[in-house]
């Protein structure tokens, strides 16, 4: 069992950059792939990366480059790293771990992106 716990989230400006995190309340974490998906206001969900357990990251084509995931094992954490964020990226944003048998959802964090 997991639970997960996003944070970090913000109103910042167009062009700013922002780290949001995902804290897992064991070290079982480390053995999940996981995603960090937004839903935009009245929009669909998307999955905007993954990062596996070796590491290894995945972008949606809507990242761009601006995103970078990565994982602390020691604080059963992975992190959200935004860059040159623009008003499309409002949204609610929330990571997703996941294996073969189980998976499981954190609350979410809003990320508010406007001058």
């Known amino acids: 069992q997991l639970e997960l716990v996003e944070s970090g989230g913000a109103l910042v400006q167009p062009g700013e950059s922002l780290r949001l995190s995902c804290t897992a309340s064991?070290?079982?974490?480390?053995?999940?792939?996981v995603d960090w998906i937004r839903q935009p206001r009245a929009k669909a969900r998307e999955t905007g990366g993954t990062?596996?357990?070796?590491?290894?990251?995945t972008y949606g084509d809507f990242v761009r480059g601006r995103w970078t995931i990565s994982r602390d094992r020691a604080k059963n954490t992975v992190y959200l790293q935004m860059h040159d964020l623009e008003p499309a990226d409002s949204a609610v944003y929330s990571c997703?771990?996941?294996?073969?048998?189980?998976?499981?959802w954190g609350q979410g964090t809003q990320v508010t992106v406007s001058s």
């Open positions: 990062i596996r357990t070796g590491g290894y990251t």
């Open positions: 997703h771990a996941w294996n073969n048998i189980h998976e499981y």
């Open positions: 064991n070290s079982q974490f480390s053995t999940y792939y």
